[in-house]
């Protein structure tokens, strides 16, 4: 299984951005799909997280911001980031926990979100 994260980049205050997480293999509608980040000095951090029908979880930090979504057809999982924050900030990192569990799970290289002025 091979993840891999694309859509990071440089932004302002309060702008958007949308991240994406192209996952190969046939038991990605299955797998449970998060968005992790870190920042420098700082542990990686749960920041969202999809099932496989669609229920989702979110960082208090995050909550009202940002969305994430699936499009099992396109093996693709999306992080909708709006109004960022500097604090925002951070290595966002796509994993995927495939069902059942022992068959391990898998990251992603991590893009990179910058928030400044």
Do not use: H
Not at 46 to 63: E, F, M, P, W
């Amino acid at each position: 299984v091979q993840v891999v994260e694309s859509g990071g980049g440089l932004v302002q205050p309060g702008g958007s951005l949308r991240l994406s997480c192209a996952a190969s293999g046939r038991t990605f509608s299955t797998a449970r799909m998060g968005w992790y980040r870190q920042a420098p000095g700082k542990e990686r951090d749960l920041v969202a997280r999809i099932t496989s029908d669609g229920n989702t979880y979110y960082a208090d930090s995050v909550k009202g911001r940002f969305t994430i979504s699936r499009d099992n057809d396109k093996n693709t999982v999306y992080l909708q980031m709006n109004s960022l924050k500097p604090e925002d900030t951070a290595v966002y990192y796509c994993k995927a926990d495939l069902y059942p569990a022992y068959l391990g799970a898998y990251w992603g290289q991590g893009t990179q979100v910058n928030v400044s002025s």
